[in-house]
């Protein structure tokens, strides 16, 4: 297989061109000049695809950089009908054809296929079988190879995506107790996180096809007059196809297509090919859903049981707080745990507790204005990642020490008295899970914060008890003299 190395300054455009090309050829990209050249001396390229403009080292002396080193090695600039003389300049110079930006896909293969000088012209890959697809499907799961649910799903969406010759397969379900429709899993589709933003069902395209459990067929979005995509700005044509994947009638989520490699509309027989291909498929995705529900309900008795048997110990709070930190260090693995808590009666906020760091009780200022504040008074768990500020150490004074983090408000019968967050996750970075796991523990930290109160106010009470007693002895004392 030919090996093709793509140099763009724009990464989204690298990345894409890679994505297509890397169906019939081996395919390497960078961003910068000085790189290219540097990977063109350590492997054989059969052929470069170089932007015209970029900066730094320019497309043009790339160009020349490559012919003089290995001069059979074909070059095809890429560049916008606004660089016509540049494109003339780089064809004096040896480059061997040019393409036009934005670039059309069936020309791309067409250029390539005539520069590597191939016996055939190499156009869109061949459309698969919708029963070669279902039967591969089945054989790779009777033979093991799809080890998780996420093997699973991603096999489902890579056989879709060949089917329908499609860049871009996106599956969002159903969460029934928000009413929302939740990211899940794509293709070609990067999602800001896996739970969030959510859509409503019944809003937006795919909300409307969850909503009727109607499939849709849109063929230009802006001459139809229908509303952008959550993620349109990521597409490259205004055509894409919805589909409801249902279950015994019920609707639990929705598989959405966009980019046909070919750049065309997606028709009525793309449509129909996408709805048969959900309800073989539907009973699958349902059963791989199960399976995520059980494994996270697993988790839960898990974290239930752990801080009831903690909560009823009897131990101190100082106690409880680190059992806590070690269920975090364990289910969500964190290195830096503290809980923020408003001073009763008084609205003031202090650090209650720092598990990672070394502890010292202090006040918060200024909460409503800095990332605590957000937090504490948010709706649902917040992540850094749906943040771009970060702690600062009037804040929280280890703020230098902490990466990444989830932090999740403690709520009391309704009422916002703190904070639970965690920072610096072991491996990798903070997911959706690990949010709600977060929110889950919370809970239960509101009702060992209760009970905390609780039995200071009856010490304190007991305290006062004692000293009134002592000042009647005293009185009775003067009274017998």
Not at 392 to 408: M, V
Request: proline letters at 3%; charged letters at 30%; one cysteine or more.
């Amino acid at each position: 297989m030919e090996r093709i190395l793509v140099v763009d300054d724009d990464i989204e455009v690298a990345k894409d061109i890679k994505e297509v090309l890397s169906q019939s050829y081996e395919v390497d990209f960078t961003v910068d000049g000085k790189e290219a050249l540097k990977m063109f001396s350590e492997r054989d390229y059969a052929l470069v695809l170089v932007d015209i403009i970029m900066p730094g080292m320019h497309g043009i002396d790339v160009l020349k950089e490559i012919k003089a080193k290995k001069k059979e090695t074909k070059v095809i600039m890429m560049a916008t009908p606004l660089e016509k003389i540049l494109v003339e300049k780089a064809l004096q110079m040896g480059a061997d054809d040019f393409i036009k930006k934005p670039i059309n896909v069936e020309e791309l293969f067409k250029k390539i296929s005539v520069s590597v000088e191939e016996k055939q012209v190499v156009s869109l890959p061949q459309k698969p079988d919708l029963f070669e697809v279902l039967s591969g499907l089945q054989k790779e799961f009777l033979e093991g190879k799809m080890k998780t649910e996420s093997d699973v799903l991603h096999s489902i969406l890579a056989s879709l995506s060949k089917l329908l010759m499609a860049e871009r397969v996106s599956v969002t379900i159903i969460d029934k107790e928000s009413g929302t429709l939740r990211p899940f899993q794509g293709i070609g589709v990067e999602f800001k996180d896996e739970g969030g933003p959510f859509l409503k069902v019944g809003e937006g395209i795919a909300g409307k096809v969850a909503l009727t459990g109607e499939p849709i067929l849109v063929k230009n979005l802006e001459k139809e007059g229908l509303p952008p995509s959550r993620y349109g700005y990521k597409y490259k044509t205004q055509s894409f196809i919805c589909a409801p994947i249902k279950v015994r009638g019920e609707v639990i989520g929705v598989i959405s297509v966009n980019d046909k490699l070919s750049r065309e509309s997606f028709t009525e027989d793309d449509l129909s090919l996408l709805l048969t291909f959900s309800s073989q498929v539907a009973s699958i995705i349902d059963s791989v859903l199960s399976r995520i529900e059980m494994e996270e309900l697993e988790l839960k008795k898990k974290i239930s049981e752990s801080m009831l048997s903690l909560l009823l110990s009897g131990l101190e709070p100082s106690f409880i707080y680190n059992g806590i930190f070690e269920l975090v260090k364990e289910f969500l693995e964190a290195e830096i745990m503290w809980i923020v808590v408003e001073e009763p009666g008084t609205g003031d906020f202090h650090l209650e507790y720092a598990g990672g760091v070394e502890f010292k009780k202090t006040p918060l200022k200024g909460i409503y204005k800095g990332l605590t504040g957000k937090v504490i008074y948010s709706k649902r768990p917040v992540k850094s990642s749906d943040l771009k500020e970060s702690f600062s150490e009037s804040e929280i004074y280890f703020a230098q020490k902490i990466r990444d983090w989830i932090g999740s408000p403690i709520l009391l019968r309704g009422r916002h008295i703190g904070g639970f967050f965690v920072a610096n996750k072991i491996s990798g970075a903070f997911a959706q899970k690990d949010a709600e796991n977060l929110s889950f523990l919370a809970k239960f930290s509101a009702l060992a914060l209760k009970e905390f109160w609780l039995h200071e106010n009856l010490v304190k009470a007991l305290d006062q008890i004692t000293e009134k007693e002592l000042e009647l002895e005293e009185i009775k004392k003067g009274s017998r003299v």
